[in-house]
Structures are given as structure tokens and as C-alpha cells.
């Protein structure tokens, strides 16, 4: 309990049509009008919010986008400056509390309980300068919520948005619960919203008002913890570093034109092969399994997985595995539109039972390359150094697909292609 504001501390907050708002900040031109990304797929990433006001939705496609919305900015993703971004943005909501939990690439929860005497300011004055915090340094818009628990923190975020507060103490529960759609309710997906309109409830207070046991029998134990935050319990803790266990990883890449090439399309398959194993090593755990799965120009599947003799995380065990699953389903004179390598039956790198043939001097050796390639990696952009059949990458012909996203057009100083430093920020931000 935080002797200032008592049990009203926790915050989310959640960037307003993330990818496009960054799209935004970094061309002014673009701001104002409706922006959509997602041009690489030909369907709708994100949206800005003068897009959504179009009716353009996340998902859509694009053509009937471009059909539906004139003058509509269309743009391929660029995933590196939105992270970078994002960065940015959980950094100034830990100036205001270092207890944070970074929920999504634009989400994230904060605990202000203990930093009240430090702040010395009401809660909206808070919510307002992380606000103004964000929108003066990166030209972003974030909307705030701030309440008693994670749920009512989400429900607040929402409640008024782009670009809005709202601070929710115990005694105006009702009053928000009253105006809130029982859907609209973090955690209550459509089958329990259609198992609760059923019996009458359409309010998330309707829900909060029902009995415990009725709760438990109709939503188990997941709506029956939600129910509890919707009467004021903080059941869902901060996590502010989630210890992360992950059953599978995957990477998949789609390319254009579909290809027979049998150099291209292995390469494109151990490409992700790669991609996927720096994340795994990122993640500290090791695989125990590899699957690939190869999508032909008519779209029929062809896939399988082989087990890895031990758990690993170390490109030279895995790829061999890979070749082989790749040789024996690999069809000559048929065409591949996309590749996919997932990873199965993962271990934490820490926790594993050790096993005495493990560590071998070859292992070892592996563990020292793999380290450092992906330290070259980190520092000069993802493919600096890569396994040399990733070369035959480069047989692939020219589409449009292949546009560079636009902020690799027009890089900063001491930028490359391949290495992308803080986002630019424009001189006209508002200060
Ligand atoms: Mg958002």
C-alpha cells in the first residue's frame, strides 16, 4: 500500500495504433492521414487512428483497404524501428517506477506502490506526464490507465483512447463497470461472453455481481480470477521479468515469385533455421526436436520433423538435421512459395539434467561460435554473418515484395543498411 495513493497504483499502458504511429512520428507528412502497414503481406497489420475512423481494421485486405479508403499510406512493416521504439517508450515509464512489466511490443503494466513520496504528484498528473513524456520524445500517442489491479488498469487504458487517461479508484468502481461492455473485459473471450449473455450479463458489473460459485461453475478458474480483480483483489501480480518458458519457436518466411530452385529454397529454409536458433539461444533454451514445413505455390503443405540426438541450441548440430529433413521432402520441378522451421520439446538452457557426454571439447567449440556470431549479429544487424549457403539466398529474382521498408531509405548517421540506430527524431515533434 503506497502511504500517497493507497491501493490505486497499478498503471497500463498502451501505445494508440502502435506500428502506424511510429510510421507517423518519423514522417510528419504522414501525420493526420490514414496510414496502414502490413504492404509485405497484402494484408492489414496496423492501422492509425485516422484510418480506423475509415472503418480500416487490423486483418483487412488490402486491396479492398485501398478500395474502401482513397489517399489511404500504405507501408511495409519495419519491425526493427518499432522495437526500437518500444524500447524508448518502456524506458520513460521506468523514470517514473522501476517495477515494470513489458507486456507487448506497445503494452506495458507499472507499479507506482512506493513511489509516491518520490513523485509527488496526484495520480492524473502522473498519467499525464508519461503521456507527455512519450509524445514529446518519440511523437507518439500512448493512452493510460491507472486502478487497483491489471484488469481494471486494462479496462482503464480502453476506456478513453487515443490519447487518454483514467484513473480509477475503489469508490467509482461501479459507476465504470456499469458503463463497461461485459466483452470488453481483459481475459472474457467470446465464449464466455456468449455463456454470460445468456444468463443476462451484459455489464462487467452484471459479472462482478454474481456469485463466486456460479462464476467458478460458468468461467472455471480464469473468470473466476477475473471476476475477483473486477471487485477490487489484485489476483494478477506484476511480473517484471517474466522467467519465460516456451514450449515451441518458429520462424517462417514467405517469398516471391514461387521458386523450383532447389539452392534458393534450401537456403531460405536454413535461413530461418538460423534466425529462429539465435532467438532460442536468446531465450537461453535448448530444442530437442526440428520441424519444417514447405508451402508450394498451390498451397498444399509438405512438412515433418526429425529429433536432435541431444538438446541444443548450437547451429552446427541442428543444421545437418535440417538438410536431411529438407532432402527428404523436397520435390524437384514443383514450386515453393514459403519455408518454416519450428523448434519443439524445449529446455531451459539452465535447468537441463546434464548429461556426461554432453559437453564435449566440440561442443564447447560450437558454444564459442554460435556466441560469437551472434554478438556480431546483435551489433551489426541480423545476417552480418551468417552460414554460407545462405548466399544462395541471392539466386531469388527481383520483385516488388523486395522494396526496402522506408526508413532504410533514409538512414542516419552512422546507420547501415543492415544496422539501425535509435529512431530519428523529427525536429518539429511538439517540445
Ligand atoms: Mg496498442
Redesign the pocket.
Known amino acids: 500500500m503506497d502511504p500517497f495513493y493507497q491501493d490505486c497504483t497499478l498503471l497500463h499502458v498502451?501505445?494508440?495504433?502502435?506500428f502506424a504511429g511510429v510510421e507517423q512520428a518519423l514522417t510528419p507528412a504522414w501525420r493526420g492521414r490514414p496510414v496502414v502497414t502490413g504492404a509485405e503481406r497484402g494484408i492489414i497489420a496496423a492501422a492509425s487512428y485516422e484510418a480506423k475512423a475509415r472503418g480500416i481494421k487490423r486483418g483487412l485486405q488490402l486491396h479492398e483497404a485501398v478500395r474502401q479508403c482513397p489517399g489511404l499510406v500504405v507501408l511495409p512493416s519495419d519491425y526493427e524501428t518499432y522495437s526500437l521504439y518500444s524500447r524508448r517508450m518502456f524506458a520513460i515509464l521506468r523514470r517514473f517506477t522501476p517495477q515494470v512489466e513489458e507486456y507487448?511490443i506497445?503494452?506495458a503494466f507499472a507499479d507506482l506502490a512506493g513511489c509516491g513520496a518520490a513523485l509527488g504528484m496526484p495520480l492524473e498528473a502522473v498519467a499525464e506526464q508519461l503521456r507527455l513524456a512519450v509524445q514529446c520524445e518519440l511523437g507518439l500517442t500512448?493512452?493510460v490507465g491507472i486502478s487497483l489491479n491489471k484488469t481494471l488498469a486494462k479496462l482503464c487504458s480502453k476506456f478513453r483512447k487515443p490519447n487518454g487517461q483514467t484513473i480509477l479508484r475503489r469508490e467509482h468502481l461501479p459507476l465504470m463497470l456499469q458503463r463497461t461492455p461485459v466483452d470488453r473485459v481483459w481475459g472474457i473471450g467470446r465464449a464466455a461472453t456468449d455463456r454470460l449473455t445468456r444468463l443476462g450479463v451484459t455489464t462487467a458489473w452484471d459479472l462482478a455481481q454474481l456469485e463466486a460459485t456460479t462464476v467458478r461453475k460458468l468461467l472455471h478458474k480464469p473468470g473466476y480470477e477475473t471476476w475477483r480483480e473486477l471487485n477490487g483483489w489484485r489476483v494478477f501480480s506484476l511480473e517484471p521479468e517474466a522467467p519465460a518458458r516456451y514450449g515451441s519457436m518458429m520462424k517462417g518466411h514467405t517469398f516471391a515469385p514461387a521458386s523450383d530452385d532447389v539452392h534458393l529454397v534450401r537456403a531460405e529454409a536454413m535461413r530461418n533455421l538460423t534466425a529462429v536458433l539465435a532467438k532460442l539461444r536468446r531465450r537461453r533454451h535448448l530444442a530437442g526436436l526440428i520441424g519444417l514445413a514447405m508451402r508450394l505455390k498451390d498451397y498444399t503443405v509438405q512438412a515433418g520433423c526429425l529429433p536432435l540426438a541431444l538438446p541444443t541450441a548450437h547451429d552446427a548440430e541442428a543444421a545437418p538435421v535440417l538438410l536431411r529433413l529438407f532432402d527428404s521432402h523436397f520435390t524437384p520441378g514443383r514450386l515453393y512459395r514459403a519455408t518454416m522451421v519450428w523448434l519443439g520439446a524445449l529446455v531451459p538452457a539452465q535447468g537441463r539434467q546434464m548429461d556426461l557426454f554432453e559437453e564435449t571439447p566440440a561442443r564447447q567449440r560450437y558454444g564459442r561460435l554460435d556466441e560469437t556470431v551472434d554478438r556480431l549479429n546483435r551489433r551489426y544487424g541480423q545476417g552480418t554473418v551468417a552460414p554460407a549457403i545462405l548466399l544462395d539466398r541471392q539466386r531469388k529474382p527481383w520483385h516488388t515484395r523486395d522494396a526496402s521498408p522506408e526508413r532504410f531509405r533514409r538512414l542516419a548517421r552512422q546507420e547501415g543498411a543492415r544496422h539501425l540506430a535509435l529512431p530519428r527524431l523529427m525536429l518539429d515533434n511538439p517540445i
Open positions: 498502451d501505445a494508440d495504433g502502435f507487448s506497445d503494452e500512448v493512452s
